[in-house]
């Protein structure tokens, strides 16, 4: 399997797998609704999100 482009890692153990991806060597990004650790790349709600794009908003 190849990736192409950069993964986007939502819920939990997200930076978990984002790190694993970066070592590697592939572009990644994690998004939760914490940063307890710091590394969290964005933080937002992802249910609401979620609930926002099934509203079609």
């Known amino acids: 399997m190849e990736i192409k482009g950069k993964v986007h890692c ?16 592939i572009l990644a990004e994690d998004y939760d609704i914490q940063n307890n650790f710091n590394e969290t790349d964005h933080v ?7 609930e926002k794009a099934y509203g079609g908003g």
């Open 10 to 25: 939502f819920f939990e153990q997200s930076g978990t797998f984002k790190n694993e991806f970066i070592k590697l060597g």
């Open 44 to 50: 937002i709600d992802l249910f609401a999100e979620i």
